[in-house]
C-alpha cells in the first residue's frame, strides 16, 4: 500500500468492526488507521491528518458529538458517522454540529464506500469551489444563477434557487432540515419543516423527470434532504 493513499481514521470501539473496516478500505485503496476512542481519534487526527474520518457516536470515553465539534473546531476534514439504526434524533445532531453523513448499522460495503467516496468527493468540490455544476442532465451555473434541465432552461423562484443553491455547494452531502431554513430563510422564526417541504416539491416539480420518483434531491427520512451526485 502506497504512503500517499487516502487515509481513513476508524473510530469504534468495538475491535471486529474495525477489523471489516480496515480490510474493506484496504482493498479499496485506501490506508486505514484505527482508534478506539475519543481521546485516541482526536490524536490520531492530529498526528496522521486523515482524509475522511468513519467515527461511532457511542464510544467509552466521551459523546462522538463532541469528537466533532473538536475536529470542526480546526479542520474541515470529511465526518462520516456510523449511527444505529433509528436514531434519527442522533443522525440530525451530528449533522448540525458538522457530520458530513452517516451510514446506519449494519451496514453494506457498496453503501459505505459509495458514502465515502461522495464525502470525499465533496470535501474536493468545495475546496475547488467549482462556478458550474452537472448531474447527469442537471446543470446549475452558480455565477449567472441558470439552470437548465437537458438542455432546456428551467426557472425557479429566488426560493427555490436558494435551495437548490445550498445543495449544489454540499452535492452528496446530507443537508438538515435546520440547515437548510438557516441558510435560506436566514433564521426566521416562521418558517416550519412543512414549509419547507412545499418548496422541496415544487423543485422537484420542475427539475426532476418524475417527481414521484426523483433522481437527483433525495428524502433522508427524518432529517433531511441530499442532492445526489451521479458517477
Given at each position: 500500500?502506497?504512503?500517499?493513499?487516502?487515509?481513513?481514521?476508524i473510530?469504534?470501539d468495538?475491535?471486529p468492526?474495525?477489523?471489516?473496516l480496515?480490510k474493506t478500505?484496504?482493498v479499496q485503496?485506501f490506508?486505514?488507521v484505527?482508534?478506539?476512542?475519543?481521546h485516541e481519534a482526536?490524536?490520531a487526527?492530529r498526528h496522521?491528518k486523515p482524509d475522511?474520518i468513519?467515527?461511532?457516536?457511542?464510544?467509552?470515553?466521551m459523546d462522538?458529538?463532541?469528537v466533532i465539534?473538536?475536529?470542526?473546531?480546526k479542520?474541515?476534514?470529511?465526518?462520516v458517522?456510523?449511527?444505529?439504526?433509528?436514531?434519527?434524533?442522533?443522525?440530525?445532531a451530528a449533522?448540525?454540529?458538522?457530520?458530513?453523513?452517516?451510514?446506519?448499522?449494519?451496514?453494506?460495503?457498496n453503501?459505505?464506500?459509495a458514502?465515502?467516496r461522495?464525502?470525499?468527493?465533496h470535501?474536493?468540490q468545495?475546496?475547488?469551489?467549482?462556478?458550474?455544476?452537472q448531474s447527469?442532465?442537471l446543470?446549475?451555473?452558480?455565477?449567472?444563477?441558470?439552470?437548465t434541465?437537458?438542455?432546456?432552461d428551467?426557472?425557479?423562484?429566488p426560493r427555490e434557487y436558494?435551495?437548490?443553491?445550498?445543495?449544489?455547494?454540499?452535492?452528496?452531502?446530507?443537508l438538515t432540515?435546520?440547515?437548510l431554513?438557516?441558510?435560506?430563510?436566514?433564521?426566521?422564526d416562521?418558517?416550519?419543516v412543512?414549509?419547507?417541504?412545499?418548496?422541496?416539491?415544487?423543485l422537484?416539480q420542475?427539475?426532476?423527470?418524475n417527481?414521484e420518483?426523483?433522481?437527483?434531491i433525495?428524502t433522508e427520512?427524518?432529517?433531511g434532504y441530499?442532492?445526489?451526485?451521479?458517477d
Amino acid at each position: 500500500m502506497a504512503h500517499n493513499d487516502p487515509c481513513i481514521l476508524i473510530v469504534d470501539d468495538e475491535p471486529p468492526i474495525r477489523r471489516l473496516l480496515r480490510k474493506t478500505l484496504e482493498v479499496q485503496n485506501f490506508r486505514a488507521v484505527e482508534a478506539a476512542d475519543g481521546h485516541e481519534a482526536l490524536d490520531a487526527v492530529r498526528h496522521e491528518k486523515p482524509d475522511l474520518i468513519l467515527l461511532d457516536l457511542g464510544l467509552p470515553d466521551m459523546d462522538g458529538l463532541e469528537v466533532i465539534k473538536a475536529v470542526r473546531a480546526k479542520s474541515a476534514t470529511p465526518i462520516v458517522v456510523l449511527s444505529s439504526r433509528g436514531d434519527e434524533a442522533g443522525k440530525v445532531a451530528a449533522l448540525d454540529v458538522g457530520a458530513d453523513d452517516y451510514v446506519t448499522k449494519p451496514f453494506g460495503v457498496n453503501e459505505l464506500m459509495a458514502r465515502v467516496r461522495a464525502a470525499l468527493r465533496h470535501r474536493l468540490q468545495e475546496q475547488g469551489r467549482q462556478p458550474l455544476f452537472q448531474s447527469g442532465e442537471l446543470n446549475v451555473d452558480l455565477v449567472h444563477r441558470r439552470v437548465t434541465v437537458g438542455g432546456n432552461d428551467v426557472r425557479l423562484s429566488p426560493r427555490e434557487y436558494d435551495i437548490l443553491q445550498q445543495m449544489v455547494i454540499h452535492a452528496g452531502k446530507v443537508l438538515t432540515h435546520r440547515h437548510l431554513i438557516h441558510e435560506v430563510w436566514r433564521g426566521a422564526d416562521n418558517i416550519d419543516v412543512q414549509a419547507l417541504r412545499v418548496f422541496i416539491r415544487q423543485l422537484r416539480q420542475k427539475i426532476e423527470a418524475n417527481p414521484e420518483r426523483p433522481r437527483h434531491i433525495v428524502t433522508e427520512p427524518g432529517v433531511g434532504y441530499r442532492l445526489l451526485l451521479a458517477d
